[in-house]
């Protein structure tokens, strides 16, 4: 079973649409979970850390649901600019690698 | 906002030779760490690096990788006879502290190197 699993997608919305990612991971023992976003060929950037309890920035809502082992991403009011990659990243037990999903790509469309 | 920085952006280097990437951190921060991305697959951990020393290293980080931290502002990870599969993106991160949602790794935009 992979670390991280991720729907690659591809999701084509309509901007103003609401849009929901879903990643699952393997290691229940795991603490600490992201989601970045990358570019084609550019670097991931940290879009948000996601909090046991859930946490809001703007128009994107992160869950955590550890019983389940799965992370969602939301994304409301999509605009043009948010089509990229969108990777989930859990933390290794060590607390130092990265483990990343393959990614979700999303295109925005006007 | 501060940023990590990579030279060089592309590197294109004859297989069997030595290469070295090169990173600046961000300067308040002690965790430093390589991830590699072969092209269409997912980002791969490499190395971290604290306290001068390797903290945790992945299957791929064999004798073949070293890393380095030569003076207080760089970070290098040196490749020694590259192999054409060593072609990818690699990317240089840094951290503030060692893990938890509050640290999160920042990453450069990379060095794209390409084996011949």
């Known amino acids: 079973r992979k670390e991280v699993e991720q729907d690659p997608g591809p999701f084509n919305v309509p901007e103003g649409a609401t849009v929901a990612f879903n990643c699952t991971y393997s290691?229940?023992?795991?603490?600490?979970f992201f989601w970045y976003r990358q570019d084609c060929r550019k670097e991931p950037k940290l879009l948000m850390s996601?909090?046991?309890s859930g946490n809001e920035d703007g128009r994107f809502t992160a869950q955590l649901n550890r019983a389940s082992q799965y992370i969602s991403l939301l994304i409301r009011d999509s605009k043009l600019s948010d089509s990229a990659t969108y990777l989930c990243v859990v933390e290794s037990n060590s607390g130092y690698a990265l483990n990343f999903g393959k990614g979700t790509s999303l295109l925005v469309t006007p | 906002e501060p940023e990590v920085t990579q030279t060089p952006s592309h590197q294109v280097t004859q297989m069997g030779q030595e290469v070295i990437l090169r990173c600046v951190p961000i300067?308040?921060?002690?965790?430093f760490y390589w991830y590699r991305q072969i092209l269409g697959q997912k980002v791969e951990f490499l190395v971290s690096f604290y306290n001068n020393e390797i903290s945790e290293k992945s299957e791929i980080f064999d004798d073949q990788f070293s890393v380095e931290r030569p003076d207080g502002s760089n970070f290098t990870l040196k490749i020694r006879s590259t192999k054409l599969e060593d072609s990818a993106m690699y990317f240089c991160?840094?951290?503030?502290?060692?893990?938890?949602?509050?640290?999160?790794?920042?990453f450069g935009d990379g060095t794209r190197l390409s084996i011949l």
């Open positions: 996601v909090y046991s």
């Open positions: 300067s308040n921060h002690l965790y």
């Open positions: 991160a840094s951290s503030e502290g060692g893990q938890g949602v509050y640290q999160p790794q920042h």
């Open positions: 290691n229940s023992a795991s603490q600490s």
